[in-house]
C-alpha cells in the first residue's frame, strides 16, 4: 500500500530517453510507483525529441506508464520541477513557466533538510570543457550506440533465464582509460562551477554514469540514467542522498551535515 511507503524529501531522476530504442520504461514506471516524494525533479533528457526527429519512435505501454506514473505523483501531492537537458532541449523556450502539473526551469538551486544548496541541472553546459569534437567523438557516438543494442539484446537472454539487469555498456566505459578522463573532466567542470557560484554541489546527468561522492567539502550527485545504469538520487527527511538503483538499493550514500538547529528545515520553493 502506498501509506506503507516511506516518504522520500526529493527524488531526482534524469537521462530517460522516452521515446528512444534504448529506454527502460518498465523499469522507471515501476520505480515510480514504488516511491513517494515531496518534489521529484525531472534533470533533462526527458522524452529523447532528438531521437524522435532523427529515428522511429518507440512509444508503447511501458512509456505511457511512466507519464501515468509521473501524473499519479503530481495527484499523491509531489511538486514536480522539469529542468530540460540537450536531447529536449526544444522544451527550454518555455522555461520560466510554472504549468497546473509542474515546473520548467533552465537550472534550479535544491536547498537539502540540512542547509546545503545545490545546484540542480542537466549538465550539457559543461560540453564546451569536456569535448574535444572531431572524428573520434563521432566515431564513439556511433560505437556507442552499437554497444548500447548488444547491452538490450543480452538483458533480454539474461531476462529469459531469470537473471537480473546488467550493464553492457557500463562495464565496457569502466574498461576504457578515455571513458574514465572524460568522466573525471565532466565532474570537476561541475563542482568548479557550483564553487564559483557559492554553492554547496550539484545534482546532475548527462553522462550516463550515476555517483554519489563528495570532492574537497562539495557534493557531486549525477543521477544517473534510465538507458544503462538504471538508477535515481533520493534525498531523506534528514538531509542525507542516496544513490538507489531501480530496484531500491543503496548504492552509494552522503549523510547529513551536522545542523545548529534540530527543527526539521521546510522545504522551500524551487529558486
Not at 53 to 69: M, N, P, T
Not at 161 to 181: I, N, P, V
Not at 225 to 244: I, Q
Request: with cysteine; hydrophobic share 40%; aromatic share 8%.
Amino acid at each position: 500500500m502506498s501509506a506503507m511507503k516511506p516518504m522520500r524529501r526529493a527524488v531526482f531522476v534524469s537521462d530517460i530517453h522516452l521515446g528512444s530504442k534504448h529506454c527502460h520504461a518498465a523499469e522507471l514506471a515501476e520505480f515510480l510507483g514504488s516511491v513517494r516524494c515531496q518534489r521529484l525533479y525531472l534533470v533533462g533528457d526527458i522524452v529523447d525529441l532528438w531521437w524522435m526527429a532523427q529515428r522511429r519512435a518507440r512509444w508503447g505501454a511501458a512509456q505511457q506508464r511512466v507519464i501515468e506514473a509521473l501524473h499519479a505523483q503530481h495527484r499523491a501531492g509531489a511538486e514536480l520541477i522539469y529542468v530540460p537537458g540537450n536531447h529536449d532541449r526544444a522544451v527550454r523556450r518555455f522555461c520560466g513557466l510554472v504549468l497546473p502539473a509542474m515546473q520548467l526551469r533552465r537550472r534550479t538551486i535544491h536547498t537539502t533538510a540540512d542547509g546545503r544548496r545545490l545546484l540542480v541541472t542537466h549538465g550539457d553546459d559543461y560540453d564546451a570543457i569536456t569535448h574535444f569534437g572531431g572524428l573520434q567523438e563521432k566515431f564513439g557516438d556511433w560505437l556507442y550506440y552499437r554497444i548500447l543494442t548488444g547491452n538490450q539484446v543480452l538483458n533480454h537472454v539474461r531476462r529469459r533465464l531469470g537473471r537480473r539487469y546488467w550493464s553492457l555498456s557500463e562495464f565496457l566505459k569502466r574498461q576504457s582509460g578515455a571513458a574514465e578522463r572524460y568522466i573525471e573532466r565532466f565532474v570537476q567542470a561541475g563542482l568548479d562551477d557550483v564553487r564559483r557560484r557559492g554553492l554547496d554541489g550539484i545534482v546532475c546527468g548527462h553522462i550516463h554514469r550515476a555517483a554519489l561522492l563528495q570532492r574537497d567539502g562539495l557534493v557531486y550527485a549525477n543521477d544517473g540514467d534510465w538507458v544503462e545504469s538504471l538508477t535515481a538520487l533520493v534525498e531523506e527527511s534528514d538531509g542525507s542522498l542516496r544513490l538507489l538503483s531501480h530496484r531500491g538499493e543503496v548504492l552509494a550514500e552522503v549523510l547529513p551535515r551536522l545542523r545548529l538547529v534540530a527543527d526539521e528545515a521546510p522545504l522551500p520553493r524551487a529558486a
